[in-house]
């Protein structure tokens, strides 16, 4: 991927799209092209074909799908499959009509099977069950992954799948329920600050372990893998470091400065002990995350209370 190269960022609107766009600025590219939903809808295949006949670009960052927390995976199966099926088959398809030369698609570790070994290597990919409760999202997940490497096979299309572990950082979603969990506790314990709340109750017992990656590594990731990776399969992006959710609950709490009672639940159900990738694949290519998890967490805050808007994606 040279410095003029034509590049599309699809979904450079949400957290990861506008991350990537930063990086690429930030390493000099200089002919980045991208579309609002409103120009483009992506699930609308005549649209996509239209917009790469016109753009021809010749490296695609394939950021943009339907994403969202277990309490939105859950209500809104049909919408989860639907919309990421669509969306990945017009961008890949239109890639290899287009015949771009290098195309990167993001999927999500919640494609590995919800009880496999710890952590989580690249080839435990269909090995044993989803987690039920997102299993329609991981589904089109593994289809976009499939897709990638029948096109490599059959049409010789250099299409990689990246896997990120769970992100955070400027840009996220704060929405009430429809967030993931770094933003949600985040904005929770913000409030219960502003309330001057006594105590904050609905966590669970705080035991899973977790792992969290700042989505500007993310970022760097897939830069570096689009310069230096060229196989088909999934290849895990994360930092390979697991924290307790009580752990990462109590910095956010003393990040956002609040000072009252967290109530830890063991009635509320905890979902898997322990989620965390094995990265060495692509630490052996030449990347690793810089991030530590307090610094991105305040990064992440301070975005958050200057951005009046944060809270109002669904
Ligand atoms: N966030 C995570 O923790 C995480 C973890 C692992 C993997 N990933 C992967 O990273 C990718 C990006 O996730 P994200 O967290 O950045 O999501 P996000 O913030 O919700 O951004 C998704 C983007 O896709 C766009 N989009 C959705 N449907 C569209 C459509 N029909 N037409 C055009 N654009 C559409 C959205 O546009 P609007 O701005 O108009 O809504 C938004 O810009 C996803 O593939 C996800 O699986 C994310």
Redesign the pocket.
């Known amino acids: 991927m040279n410095k003029n190269a034509k590049i599309f960022v699809?979904?450079?609107?949400?957290?990861?799209?506008?991350a990537i766009v930063r990086e690429l600025e930030r390493q000099g590219y200089t002919d980045i092209c991208t579309?609002?939903?409103?120009e483009?809808?992506?699930?609308d295949t005549h649209e996509v074909l239209k917009y790469f006949a016109t753009q021809k670009p010749t490296h695609v960052f394939?950021?943009?799908?339907?994403?969202?927390g277990i309490t939105a995976n859950n209500t809104f199966p049909a919408d989860f499959i639907l919309?990421?099926l669509?969306?990945q088959t017009n961008v890949i398809d239109a890639s290899r009509w287009f015949e771009v030369e290098k195309l990167l698609f993001?999927?999500?570790?919640?494609i590995y099977p919800k009880l496999c070994p710890q952590p989580i290597k690249e080839e435990y990919l269909m090995t044993g069950p989803l987690e039920p409760t997102n299993d329609a999202?991981a589904i089109a997940?593994i289809a976009g992954i499939k897709m990638c490497d029948a096109y490599r096979a059959q049409y010789g299309c250099n299409f990689i799948s990246a896997?990120?572990?769970?992100?955070?950082g400027r840009?996220?979603?704060f929405h009430p329920t429809n967030s993931?969990a770094i933003p949600q506790i985040m904005r929770k314990l913000h409030e219960a600050k502003i309330a001057d709340a006594f105590e904050v109750r609905g966590f669970a017992d705080g035991s899973p372990l977790r792992e969290f990656l700042y989505?500007d590594d993310l970022a760097r990731a897939c830069l570096h893998l689009m310069q230096h990776y060229d196989e088909p399969g999934p290849i895990n992006v994360g930092t390979g470091i697991d924290y307790t959710m009580r752990e990462t609950i109590m910095l956010i709490a003393q990040i956002v400065d609040y000072k009252g009672n967290i109530i830890f639940d063991g009635n509320i159900p905890n979902g898997t002990p322990r989620k965390v990738l094995d990265v060495s694949r692509i630490h052996a290519l030449g990347w690793h995350h810089e991030e530590m998890l307090e610094e991105g967490l305040r990064k992440t805050y301070d975005w958050f209370c200057k951005t009046p808007d944060a809270s109002k994606?669904m």
């Open positions: 699809a979904g450079h609107n949400g957290l990861v799209g506008s579309a609002t939903r409103d483009l809808d992506l699930t394939l950021a943009a799908a339907k994403v969202g919309d990421n669509r969306i993001l999927g999500s570790s919640c999202y997940k896997m990120p572990t769970n992100i955070y840009g996220d979603n993931h989505v994606r």
